[in-house]
RNA sequence: GGGCGCGUAGCUCAGCGGGAGAGCACUCGGUUUACACCCGAGCGGUCGCAGGUUCGAACCCUGCCGCGCCCACCA
């Protein structure tokens, strides 16, 4: 009996294959999350929740798709695969689009007002709103942009259950970050300080160490002159002059000679007549300047390590705002200071070294160098150091037995690739304070905290009011604390709320719990927490990745995942990281229309892990290849009356045995999450099948070589094709799945992942196949050699090899012949393969 | 200054103790009824340098050179 014939396209083609396919996928619900299977069926995924405000680039396409070929597989494994999707709406960016966009800016002092709506066209003014109506607009405009995102994934194909999906600013995100502080707070492991703070004066917010980043400037040492307690000159180096009036010591090292008499003494500034300590300490370096330091309130974290250590006075005279403060700090001669009140940075600087040129006080020119100052990552003016009260949030910053309970957690972490543990256990071990985690901005999650206000109206920080988790999130802007009402607020005896916001990754560190559904929805939790797996870059470790670590840690005390993939970074062509401008120009959806989907994942997919991988076009077309290929190859195959059935003949168990090969390492190498190995070893087979095993066998599948033949040649293309399919699902969903829709019921990203075991069962011997392609390319060199056509028919081929090798060729002799068009096949022993053609 | 990774064919990269590989590019050939978005064949490399271990090293060890990144320092 014949099984029906499928329906073949004459002319298959890639194109047009991806919203199709999309549509159905989302139709049949193959990618619905069954909340149903227990935990130990399920493989849960933390995907990294993209920024809406920024769009996708090449670099998005790229680690995304390494994510679904691991979903993709899972759920063939016949796991239940939790993939949710996140949208990172919360923070600095969006802040920033949603001012341009409605000509609005968020004003926490404002009261909630229900009615409000933005402008048709923002106006030349922005309009204040409370943070209430601030947040509500940009949930409106975030949502347009999620639908623009969800539809490039789609199109890409990743196997998002996209009734899963999550906002970082949402509902459930606030009331999660909401909640964990709140539980950091009671078990003391967040508290508030009074501190000097690394500030951005732009945005005029703290920043947190781990937004820290290190840029080259142009600086130039000056070289002042102190006057010892004797009267005589003491010069002193430094980068910046403007901050004089700050002084608040000198530091020399302890082992200096040069300073040793001067140690325990005074010295007093140039201009500003102040007399400091001079001071000894281990930090001071002697091969700086002129080894002995100036300490001011504050320039650098060297100082606020030496302000700490040697409980040094404050002399501020930085504001917030990047200016130099109204009033002199105490000593300071109010004369000199005056000039300098609202003063720029630079334009003080200029000011203080006038003035000590003036005086003598300045020996020789300034010096010009370049040195690193630290910059917040989004900022573009140089951080000040000012001191203010800020939350913190303990993370073994300053706690030996935390920081070791991290560094424990990292080593439980199973990396991808390894290495990349060393980043993080760089930066756990370079942690040089507890986290920061409130930011002085308007847009984010507020804390969830008011202050009593005494009766002259200050707030007593000391005795935070803290909300009731059932009522989270809440926003202490517009909402009452418990037991106050609103018209307390701001009233001596009433209430103020926490003015401030949290640090984005207090909210991104909570990504498994938010899309878990922690304490919204414990069965889900239970069944997805810890999760398995976290894909994200290498540049985010500090970041997220630690956070994310940190908070499962004091709240769970477990890790959040088991697992952890880093991807690598998209490179251009002249190694450099891919710039946003550069890779706009290219967009993603470009990309995708022009290779196909199927193409660009297999560029994707071709980079090994955690590798920075250049921008390739060249790979999409080789993927664009691959892919008409297997449309082609199977068309074929079926074509012949492909049907499962017995494989019998030595050629195709040979091949079924290679293919068992294939499984095995496809199989080994996407459980340690290498797609890169795995579709390696499925193409190189799958070339190897078109090249040599379909042309082998080409013709006694036809028929032409009588009924038993071909039915084994036909149960091993369909067993094959089945397997291949099945092999390439996870890089190539919608090739894969449109040749699965011509013979095969439902979907192939359904369909189990093959198994080398079933293969072998009906395997042989595969040095038959090898032994035979060794004799079809000898043939085909001899042809190419003589410049003739590949069907040029060879009359006398004569083959010398060791007889198990003969042997060999001699169970494939019928469709050797037929495929080298040979007459005559003559087998002799010999000590070595040697193929003489006789044209 | 500390750490991690990388230097293999013109290009992009795989291989990481016993035959130096793939794709692209290049050259030559082929109107092959699965595929011209094709097929076949070929050319091309003292595996960064110098030592060492080993019967044997692209692969292990040491040092050096170059590139990239992370962290630290920032008078």
Same mark, same amino acid.
């Given at each position: 009996?014949?099984?029906?014939?499928?329906?073949?396209?004459?002319?298959?083609?890639? &194109?047009?294959?991806?919203?199709?396919?999309?549509?159905?996928?989302?139709?049949?619900?193959?990618?619905?999350?069954?909340? &149903?299977?227990?935990?130990?069926?399920?493989?849960?995924?933390?995907?990294?929740?993209?920024?809406?405000?920024?769009?996708?680039?090449?670099? $998005?396409?790229?680690?995304?798709? $390494?994510?679904?070929?691991? @979903?993709?597989?899972?759920?063939?494994?016949?796991?239940?695969?939790?993939?949710?999707?996140? /949208?990172?709406?919360?923070?600095?960016?969006?802040? !920033?689009?949603?001012?341009? $966009?409605?000509?609005?800016?968020?004003?926490?002092?404002?009261?909630?007002?229900?009615?409000?709506?933005?402008?048709?066209?923002?106006?030349?003014?922005?309009?204040?709103?409370?943070?209430?109506?601030?947040?509500?607009?940009?949930?409106?405009?975030?949502?347009?942009?999620?639908?623009?995102?969800?539809?490039?994934?789609?199109?890409?194909?990743?196997?998002?259950?996209?009734?899963?999906?999550?906002?970082?600013?949402?509902?459930? @995100?606030?009331?999660?970050?909401?909640?964990?502080?709140?539980?950091?707070? =009671?078990?003391?492991?967040?508290?508030?300080?009074?501190?000097?703070?690394?500030?951005?004066?732009?945005?005029?917010? =703290?920043?947190?160490?781990?937004?820290?980043?290190?840029?080259?400037?142009?600086?130039?040492?000056?070289?002042?002159?102190?006057?010892?307690?004797?009267?005589?000159?003491?010069?002193?180096?430094?980068?910046?002059?403007?901050?004089?009036?700050?002084?608040?010591?000198?530091?020399?090292?302890?082992?200096?000679?040069? *300073?040793?008499?001067?140690?325990?003494?005074?010295?007093?500034?140039?201009?500003?007549?102040?007399?400091?300590?001079?001071?000894?300490?281990?930090?001071?370096?002697?091969?700086?300047?002129?080894?002995?330091?100036?300490?001011?309130?504050?320039?650098?974290?060297?100082?606020?390590?030496?302000?700490?250590?040697?409980?040094?006075?404050?002399?501020?005279?930085?504001?917030?705002?990047?200016?130099?403060?109204?009033?002199?700090?105490?000593?300071?001669?109010?004369?000199?200071?005056?000039?300098?009140?609202?003063?720029?940075?630079?334009?003080?600087?200029?000011?203080?070294?006038?003035?000590?040129?003036?005086?003598?006080?300045?020996?020789?020119?300034?010096?010009?160098?370049?040195?690193?100052?630290?910059?917040?990552?989004?900022?573009? !003016?140089?951080?000040?150091?000012?001191?203010?009260?800020?939350?913190?949030?303990?993370?073994?910053?300053?706690?030996? %037995?935390?920081?070791?309970?991290?560094?424990?957690?990292? !080593?439980?972490?199973?990396? $991808?690739?390894?290495?990349?543990?060393?980043?993080?256990?760089?930066?756990?071990?370079?942690?040089?304070?507890?986290?920061?985690?409130?930011?002085?901005?308007?847009?984010?999650?507020?804390?969830?905290?008011?202050?009593?206000?005494?009766?002259?109206?200050?707030?007593?920080?000391?005795?935070?009011?803290?909300?009731?988790?059932?009522?989270?999130?809440?926003?202490?802007?517009?909402?009452?604390?418990?037991?106050?009402?609103?018209?307390?607020?701001?009233?001596?005896?009433?209430?103020?709320?926490?003015?401030?916001?949290?640090?984005?990754?207090?909210?991104?560190?909570?990504?498994?719990?938010?899309?878990?559904?922690?304490?919204?929805?414990? %069965?889900?939790?239970?069944?997805?927490?810890?999760?398995?797996?976290?894909?994200?870059?290498? &540049?985010?470790?500090?970041?997220?990745?630690?956070?994310? +670590?940190?908070?499962?840690?004091?709240?769970?005390?477990?890790?959040?995942?088991?697992?952890?993939?880093?991807?690598?970074?998209?490179?251009?062509?002249?190694?450099?990281?891919?710039?946003?401008?550069?890779?706009?120009? +290219?967009?993603?959806?470009?990309?995708?229309?022009? *290779?196909?989907?199927?193409? +660009?994942?297999?560029? @994707?997919?071709? @980079?090994?892990?955690?590798?920075?991988?250049?921008?390739?076009?060249?790979?999409?077309?080789?993927?664009?290849?691959?892919?008409?290929?297997?449309?082609?190859?199977?068309?074929?195959?079926?074509?012949?009356?492909?049907?499962?059935?017995?494989?019998?003949?030595?050629?195709?168990? =040979?091949?079924?045995?290679?293919?068992?090969?294939?499984?095995?390492?496809?199989?080994?190498?996407?459980?340690?999450?290498?797609?890169?190995?795995?579709?390696?070893?499925?193409?190189?087979?799958?070339?190897?099948?078109?090249? &040599?095993?379909?042309?082998?066998?080409?013709?006694?599948?036809?028929?032409?070589?009588?009924?038993?033949?071909?039915?084994?040649?036909?149960?091993?293309?369909?067993?094959?094709?089945?397997?291949?399919?099945?092999?390439?699902?996870?890089?190539?969903?919608?090739?894969?799945?449109?040749? /699965?829709? /011509?013979?095969? %019921?439902?979907?192939?990203?359904?369909?189990?992942?093959?198994?080398?075991?079933?293969?072998?069962?009906?395997?042989?011997?595969?040095?038959?196949?090898?032994?035979?392609?060794?004799?079809?390319?000898?043939?085909?060199?001899?042809?190419?050699?003589?410049?003739?056509?590949?069907?040029?028919?060879?009359?006398?081929?004569?083959?010398?090899?060791?007889?198990?090798?003969?042997?060999?060729?001699?169970?494939?002799?019928?469709? +050797?012949?037929?495929?080298?068009?040979?007459?005559?096949?003559?087998?002799?022993?010999?000590?070595?393969?040697?193929?003489?053609?006789?044209?």
């Amino acid at each position: 009996m014949n099984p029906p014939r499928p329906t073949l396209p004459e002319r298959p083609t890639i &194109d047009g294959l991806e919203p199709r396919w999309a549509g159905r996928w989302e139709e049949l619900g193959v990618h619905r999350f069954d909340r &149903d299977r227990p935990r130990e069926d399920v493989f849960a995924i933390d995907t990294p929740p993209p920024t809406v405000s920024g769009s996708l680039h090449v670099g $998005h396409v790229f680690s995304y798709t $390494h994510t679904d070929v691991v @979903a993709r597989y899972r759920r063939m494994r016949g796991q239940a695969v939790f993939y949710p999707m996140g /949208w990172d709406d919360n923070g600095l960016p969006t802040e !920033r689009r949603v001012q341009n $966009h409605f000509g609005v800016r968020c004003d926490p002092a404002l009261p909630y007002d229900p009615a409000f709506e933005p402008p048709e066209k923002p106006g030349d003014r922005q309009i204040p709103v409370s943070r209430r109506n601030f947040i509500a607009l940009c949930e409106r405009l975030t949502e347009t942009d999620e639908v623009a995102f969800e539809e490039l994934w789609r199109r890409l194909g990743l196997s998002v259950d996209w009734s899963t999906t999550y906002r970082t600013i949402g509902t459930r @995100a606030r009331a999660a970050a909401q909640r964990a502080f709140l539980r950091n707070l =009671a078990r003391g492991e967040a508290y508030l300080a009074e501190a000097p703070t690394l500030w951005d004066v732009t945005f005029r917010t =703290a920043v947190a160490q781990a937004e820290l980043e290190d840029r080259e400037r142009p600086a130039a040492f000056h070289r002042l002159l102190f006057t010892r307690a004797d009267g005589t000159d003491l010069e002193v180096a430094t980068t910046r002059p403007e901050l004089l009036p700050a002084c608040v010591a000198l530091v020399a090292h302890p082992d200096d000679e040069r *300073y040793r008499d001067l140690v325990g003494g005074t010295a007093r500034t140039p201009v500003f007549g102040v007399e400091v300590p001079v001071l000894a300490h281990r930090a001071a370096d002697p091969e700086k300047g002129t080894g002995i330091a100036m300490v001011c309130t504050f320039g650098d974290t060297t100082d606020v390590l030496w302000w700490r250590e040697l409980q040094l006075p404050t002399r501020a005279v930085v504001g917030r705002d990047g200016r130099f403060l109204p009033e002199p700090p105490a000593g300071v001669d109010p004369a000199e200071y005056a000039p300098l009140a609202g003063a720029t940075v630079h334009a003080a600087r200029e000011h203080v070294v006038a003035r000590l040129r003036e005086a003598g006080r300045l020996v020789g020119e300034p010096e010009r160098i370049t040195h690193a100052v630290k910059f917040y990552e989004k900022g573009d !003016r140089p951080l000040e150091i000012v001191t203010t009260r800020q939350w913190y949030v303990r993370n073994g910053g300053r706690d030996a %037995d935390l920081r070791e309970a991290l560094l424990r957690r990292g !080593r439980e972490l199973d990396w $991808h690739p390894p290495h990349m543990r060393a980043r993080y256990e760089n930066w756990v071990e370079g942690l040089n304070g507890d986290w920061l985690v409130s930011r002085q901005r308007f847009f984010g999650v507020p804390f969830p905290l008011w202050y009593p206000l005494d009766e002259h109206g200050e707030p007593a920080h000391d005795r935070p009011i803290v909300a009731d988790e059932a009522a989270l999130p809440v926003d202490p802007s517009t909402d009452a604390p418990p037991g106050y009402t609103e018209a307390q607020r701001g009233v001596p005896g009433g209430f103020a709320g926490d003015p401030d916001v949290m640090d984005t990754w207090a909210t991104s560190s909570l990504s498994p719990q938010i899309a878990g559904g922690w304490c919204s929805d414990d %069965d889900l939790f239970r069944r997805v927490f810890p999760f398995d797996l976290r894909p994200q870059a290498h &540049d985010i470790i500090r970041t997220w990745l630690f956070s994310t +670590v940190l908070r499962a840690h004091t709240e769970h005390d477990t890790l959040p995942w088991r697992h952890v993939a880093i991807s690598g970074w998209i490179l251009d062509p002249d190694r450099k990281k891919m710039s946003k401008s550069k890779g706009n120009v +290219v967009t993603p959806m470009a990309l995708l229309e022009q *290779y196909g989907s199927d193409a +660009v994942r297999y560029w @994707a997919a071709a @980079a090994r892990p955690g590798t920075d991988t250049a921008f390739d076009p060249g790979q999409m077309k080789i993927g664009r290849r691959l892919a008409i290929k297997v449309l082609n190859a199977s068309r074929f195959a079926l074509s012949t009356g492909a049907a499962p059935g017995a494989v019998t003949a030595p050629l195709d168990r =040979a091949l079924l045995a290679e293919l068992a090969v294939t499984v095995d390492a496809a199989t080994a190498a996407l459980d340690e999450f290498d797609h890169a190995r795995a579709l390696e070893a499925v193409e190189r087979f799958f070339w190897h099948f078109c090249d &040599d095993y379909l042309e082998l066998v080409k013709a006694r599948a036809y028929g032409e070589h009588g009924d038993d033949a071909a039915a084994s040649a036909r149960a091993g293309l369909a067993a094959a094709l089945s397997v291949l399919l099945r092999l390439f699902a996870p890089v190539l969903p919608f090739v894969t799945e449109e040749v /699965w829709s /011509w013979w095969q %019921d439902g979907s192939v990203h359904l369909a189990p992942w093959p198994d080398a075991g079933e293969l072998r069962a009906q395997a042989g011997d595969p040095d038959v196949l090898t032994a035979a392609t060794d004799v079809l390319t000898a043939v085909r060199r001899a042809k190419s050699e003589a410049k003739v056509s590949m069907r040029t028919e060879v009359g006398k081929t004569v083959v010398t090899a060791p007889p198990d090798v003969l042997a060999r060729i001699a169970l494939a002799e019928t469709d +050797v012949r037929a495929a080298g068009r040979i007459e005559e096949l003559q087998l002799r022993e010999g000590p070595a393969l040697e193929v003489q053609v006789l044209l």
